[in-house]
């Protein structure tokens, strides 16, 4: 488990648990206990804007809403200065946690990386790994800090719908469906008005990051994962909505492809022009 992180004087804490099926529960089960000192972060509310006819069921958050949210929490960006002196702070390093395999952490991790911001991780094993382990939990919520995020967008790690279009099928590119196979092949669609997938996306489903507890695989097997597609010169990965793709975005990341692309309209952008 990553836990290094909350014995540091600049680290800060964050909850991401959510549920799409309940969108009110991971607030709930916030106020009911959390890792103390973590501030709960709302995937609709905090981590995505409101929703549009297009650009997905959960577009990227406003770059200036997400800072103001990061400040108060006490959250400095690199080389950002402090509030109270001229000199410069400590970036702040920021654990995320969920209880669903990364799916919502995993987007609180990509959103700081957009963000410019690289000092992030996400707790392995989320807060039910946390709770067998016999650490402690609180159902008191943390004061605001004062930080000083000063975010600095990476515009080149996204793609929008027009670029998907023209960059799919070029040679060297590759566009991976990151939800689980029977939606990727149109027999199951629970949320999405059509069922199917972007022609020519390949299936790598995000659950398949973590063990069924929520650990995440070894470095080794997810570079297994992704063995095929090692000398692809462009991976754009999209999900439903642009969410738990992140978890593919980490996985990637692990065994060092960081050129990886995200659509974050993804499938619910897509379909919508259907």
């Known amino acids: 488990m990553v836990i290094s992180a909350f014995g540091r004087s600049t680290g800060a804490i964050a909850d991401c648990r959510f549920s799409l099926a309940d969108p009110a529960l991971g607030q709930r089960q916030y106020r009911e206990s959390h890792i103390p000192g973590a501030f709960y972060f709302d995937l609709n509310r905090d ?23 990061l400040s108060a929490i006490g959250v400095n ?4 200065s402090d509030s109270d002196s001229e000199s410069y702070s400590e970036p702040t390093l920021i654990v ?13 991790w990509w959103l700081l990386r957009y963000l410019g911001h690289e000092q992030v991780v996400i707790l392995d094993g989320g807060f039910s790994g946390w709770q067998t382990a ?9 004061k605001p800090k004062s930080g000083n995020f000063v975010p600095c967008v990476q515009g080149d790690r996204i793609l929008d719908i ?25 027999e199951r669609e629970p949320i999405d008005p059509i069922a199917g997938h972007i022609p020519g996306a390949v299936n790598y489903p995000w659950i398949t990051v973590t063990t069924p507890d929520g650990q995440v695989r070894s470095v080794a097997e997810q570079q297994q994962r992704w063995a095929e597609l090692t000398s692809t010169e462009e991976i754009v990965v999209y999900c439903g909505s642009g969410v738990t793709a992140c978890a593919n975005l980490f996985s990637l990341e692990m065994t060092g492809i960081k050129h990886a692309k995200l659509y974050p309209g993804s499938w619910s952008d897509w379909c919508s022009y259907l």
């Open 47 to 69: 981590l995505s804007s409101p929703i549009k006819p297009h650009g997905g069921r959960h577009p990227l958050p406003d770059v200036n809403t997400l800072t103001e949210k």
């Open 77 to 80: 960006s690199s080389g950002s």
């Open 96 to 108: 995320a946690y969920d209880d669903s395999r990364f799916a919502f952490a995993a987007r609180f």
């Open 134 to 142: 016999n650490y402690p939990i609180s159902d008191t919520a943390p």
């Open 162 to 186: 027009e670029a998907v279009k023209s960059r799919k099928d070029q040679p060297g590119v590759v566009l991976v469906d990151s939800r689980e196979g029977d939606r990727y092949r149109g």
